[in-house]
């Protein structure tokens, strides 16, 4: 069986990775030569732990392959994987433009029958649409079967999802093609749930759109929690142990981010709204997602008063941790409200720097260490909860800050060990614990 996987980013490149690994034949190919020329020397464009030992030994062992050109990838090919990008457009609607476009390709190279898989997450309805533009350009004698089949990993643990996944969901209207996509995730002996088409569309989203019900929800209840004095851990561990809830994605913080819970919330709105059903809901679930990740600056701002000229410490720039991606990240909306406000800010992330230094304007200063962010700092704000934030020992704060005050948008610490320390903290939904020793104005 040979497989081409058009799109080499975050969900493409692990897909063709793993697909190797398993076994099979797979030619990636992306638009971007620069990307294939990292991938064809055997290094990773985008950082997902495990990824690039497993990619350089699929290369060598000659079961990977990687280009630019289509019709080396699409000619031969008895599936092909559409993992192309799917961002939003200004009013939220998703812009298919890459799957159209990529859809053209294929069906002026293809020289035999095949089966378009859809992993990019598509609004309800866009797999009969490239079903159709393949099939008005393809050669007349050609068969050409699209199935839906969309990807749930996580950035971060996409390995582990992918080896290891909840689900796989197989949307056909096709028993033979759906049959035959099923037959290569068999080995992985994950549950598989076949259906047709729109169905397996909607799941994609219906699951990220309940996600981000769940994290604003918790959202909500921790700000309640800070205004009557209760704790959003033991309240979400309380809530969590109703198996009719369950304990997952109940941890408060900034917000959710990245690539796919924002834009996939806000296109759910839109095709609710394209049949005539305003998604109340899921429009609040944005809106509150949207002040949560103001909220650090809010409180720097109760507790300093004026940011102008203050050195603000900035901990975490990626969307979460284990992942170099700063799409949609709470720390880009954080980092801009403090420019804004006149503070000046050292900024530290792992891994992300060097994306988050091609979008953000002047005046942050990156650094290399989180040592080196703290120094001299008057606050400091976690943004991300990285094991190297997390693990950081609270003594560096009060050793090499100004005035030794976290504002910690992830919850990274135990309250009973900062009580311990001559530090302020302010995290989400818990007591604030506020020291003499930061000599602060408290508004
Ligand atoms: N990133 C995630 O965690 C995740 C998880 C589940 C689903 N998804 C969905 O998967 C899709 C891809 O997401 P991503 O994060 O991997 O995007 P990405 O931006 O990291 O990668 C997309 C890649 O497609 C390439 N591309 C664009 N047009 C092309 C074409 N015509 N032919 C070949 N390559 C082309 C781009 O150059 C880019 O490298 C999106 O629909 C996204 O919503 C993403």
Redesign the pocket.
């Known amino acids: 069986m040979r497989i081409a996987v ?7 490149l692990v897909t063709g990775v793993c697909l190797a690994e398993l076994g099979y034949q797979v030619i990636c ?4 030569a620069d ?1 294939i020329k990292m991938l064809q020397s055997g290094r990773s464009p985008i950082y997902e732990p495990g990824l690039e030992p497993l990619l350089q030994r699929n290369v060598i062992s000659e079961r990977l392959h990687f280009t630019t050109n289509p019709e080396y990838a699409y000619t031969n090919a008895d599936i092909i994987f559409i ?4 961002p939003e457009l200004k009013d939220g609607a998703t812009n298919l433009k ?1 799957v159209e ?2 859809s053209k ?1 294929i069906a002026e190279f293809i020289k035999d029958d095949v089966i378009v898989c859809t ?3 598509v609004p309800v309805g866009t797999n009969d649409k490239i079903k159709e533009i393949i099939n008005n350009l393809k050669p007349q004698e050609l068969h050409v079967e699209v199935v839906s089949n969309p ?5 971060g643990s996409a390995l582990i999802d992918f080896f290891h996944g909840d689900r796989i969901v197989i949307g056909s209207n096709n028993h033979q093609a759906a049959t035959l996509i099923e037959q290569i995730y068999l080995p992985l002996n994950i549950p598989i749930m076949k259906t047709d088409i729109k169905s397996a569309e909607m799941i994609k989203y219906a699951s990220n759109a309940f996600l981000a019900t769940k994290i604003s929800f918790i959202n909500e209840i921790a700000t309640l929690c800070e205004r009557v004095g209760a704790n959003i851990e033991e309240v979400a561990n309380g809530i969590g142990k109703d198996h009719r809830i369950g304990p997952y994605f109940l941890q408060a913080g900034i917000g959710y981010g ?3 819970f924002p834009k996939d919330t806000k296109a759910l709105v839109q095709l609710a709204g394209n049949v005539q059903h305003p998604f109340e809901l899921l429009k609040a679930v944005i809106e509150v997602n949207k002040l949560q990740q103001s909220i650090p600056v809010v409180k720097a701002k109760q507790l300093l008063g004026s940011l102008k000229g203050k050195s603000v410490a900035v901990l975490g720039l990626a969307f979460k941790p284990n992942t170099d991606d700063i799409r949609e990240a709470a720390s880009l909306v954080i980092i801009q409200e403090l420019l804004a406000e006149g503070a000046e800010i050292a900024a530290y992330d792992p891994v992300a720097v060097p994306n988050a230094a091609r979008v953000l304007e002047k005046g942050v200063t990156f650094t290399k260490n989180i040592k080196s962010a703290l120094y001299g700092a008057d606050i400091a704000i976690i943004a991300t909860e990285w094991e190297e934030i997390k693990s950081l020992p609270l003594d560096v704060y009060s050793t090499y800050m100004n005035t030794p005050i976290i504002v910690d948008g992830r919850n990274c610490y135990s309250l009973e060990d900062v009580r311990d320390h001559p530090i302020t903290y302010v995290s989400v939904g818990r007591p604030a614990i506020i020291k003499e020793q930061s000599k602060i104005l408290i508004h």
Do not use: M, P, Q, W
Not at 29 to 32: K, P, T, Y
Not at 151 to 155: Q, V
């Open positions: 058009a799109g080499s980013g975050y969900v493409g190919i992306d638009v971007n990307k993992a192309v990008g799917t890459y476009a990529v390709t992993k990019s997450t990807e749930f990993l996580r950035e990245g690539s796919c």
